[in-house]
Nanobody, 122 residues
Framework: QVQLVESGGGLVQAGGSLNLSCTASGSFSSYAMGWFRQAPGKEREFVAVPSWSGGSTYYADSVKGRFTISRDNAKNTAYLQMNSLKPEDTGVYYC????????????????WGQGTQVTVSS
């Protein structure tokens, strides 16, 4: 079992930045990690997921060039650096993990974090 805990959300003005963290309860170096978000009244959508090979990251067009994921396996933590935030980035952000890349890519991972709220004011 892996437990994921997100942090770093909050209220920020448009154009600002936030850095979300996702810390795993155990060693997660073997896990593929992804980030998703859910805006009010909308379905959850992917933000960043690993490529099929796991060697790179695939970003949603809406965040490409503004968001960057990284991970520190020594700290069992993944990050989502969000720059140039826009009001449409508002939502609950979730990290996801699975040993199988395909499950993360299709939004059906074995493990989800509890979510962290990001609100971007105009």
């Amino acid at each position: 079992q892996v437990q994921l805990v997100e942090s770093g959300g909050g209220l920020v003005q448009a154009g600002g930045s936030l850095n979300l963290s996702c810390t795993a309860s155990g060693s997660f170096s073997s896990y593929a990690m992804g980030w998703f978000r859910q805006a009010p009244g909308k379905e959850r959508e992917f933000v960043a997921v690993p490529s099929w090979s796991g060697g790179s990251t695939y970003y949603a067009d809406s965040v490409k060039g503004r968001f960057t994921i990284s991970r520190d396996n020594a700290k069992n933590t993944a990050y989502l650096q969000m720059n140039s935030l826009k009001p449409e980035d508002t939502g609950v952000y979730y990290c996801a993990a699975d040993l199988v890349i395909a499950r993360v890519r299709r939004g059906a991972p074995s493990y989800w974090g509890q979510g962290t709220q990001v609100t971007v004011s105009s």
